[in-house]
């Protein structure tokens, strides 16, 4: 079964708005990871937040763990139509060593 | 240095063909992971592979599927007799030794596409 879900499924934003997307997994987890995907590309990591990490930020990336909740949220400021794609989060739990378990994704449009 | 390298990007079969796919490890990594991405989803585990050890395959089929990373040379994801079905995105990930294994991070390839008509 899928370990993460992220919520919504698609959200379409104004450039230069905030862009919020959530993440809910259901096992312990050791990290949480959060990637994006271009249309028809690989993906790219953005940010890893471990879980004895409440918040983390890199450029205009803010990523929140609330490992109580067992949730995450990614926050994109001051959005860009290049931030157009798919952002997955990812957990690796304590029990696997390596695996990563992805959710099915949140699409974000930025209309410029 | 070079990422993570797949080809082909894009792969077509037909049914009942078999589809090669490799996969390049970053330089120094000796951790290859495969994963498979169906539409609108998010990627799936496949297998895990160190140099010439298969670690973890339980998220890949038991029929048709195999998997191998040899001494020399790429990861190699080999599926017989495709079928509609296997159509997906195929991404392989790679990882240093010990610590960024069990860190977690890994780093990704472009993916290969493979259509079965």
């Known amino acids: 079964s899928q370990q993460g879900e992220e919520d919504p499924q698609a959200l379409s934003i104004q450039e230069g708005e905030n862009a919020t997307m959530n993440c809910s997994y259901k096992?312990?987890?050791?990290?949480l990871q959060w990637y994006r995907q271009n249309s028809g590309r690989g993906l790219v990591h953005l940010i890893l937040?471990?879980?004895?990490?409440r918040e983390k930020h890199s450029g205009r990336l803010r990523v929140t763990l609330d490992t109580s909740k067992k949730s995450s949220s990614l926050l994109i400021t001051a959005s860009r139509a290049a931030d157009t794609a798919s952002y997955f989060c990812?957990?690796?739990?304590?029990?696997?060593?390596?695996?990563?378990?992805f959710g099915a994704g949140t699409t974000v449009t930025v209309r410029a | 240095n070079a990422g993570v390298m797949q080809n082909p990007r894009h792969l077509v079969r037909r049914r009942g063909q078999e589809a090669r796919l490799r996969c390049s490890p970053m330089?120094?990594?000796?951790?290859v992971y495969w994963y498979r991405q169906l539409p609108e989803e998010g990627l799936k585990f496949m297998v895990y592979?160190?140099?010439?050890?298969?670690?973890?395959e339980s998220g890949m089929p038991k029929e048709r599927f195999s998997a191998e990373f040899p001494k020399e040379g790429p990861s190699i994801l080999r599926i017989q007799q495709v079928v509609r079905g296997d159509s997906a995105a195929y991404f392989c990930?790679?990882?240093?030794?010990?610590?960024?294994?069990?860190?977690?991070?890994?780093?990704f390839g472009p993916g290969t596409r493979l259509t079965v008509l």
């Open positions: 330089k120094g990594h000796s951790h």
């Open positions: 990930a790679s990882s240093p030794a010990v610590q960024g294994a069990t860190r977690g991070e890994q780093f």
């Open positions: 592979l160190q140099k010439e050890n298969i670690i973890d």
């Open positions: 937040i471990r879980s004895n990490e």
């Open positions: 990812a957990t690796k739990k304590y029990s696997d060593d390596y695996k990563l378990s």
């Open positions: 096992t312990s987890i050791n990290n």
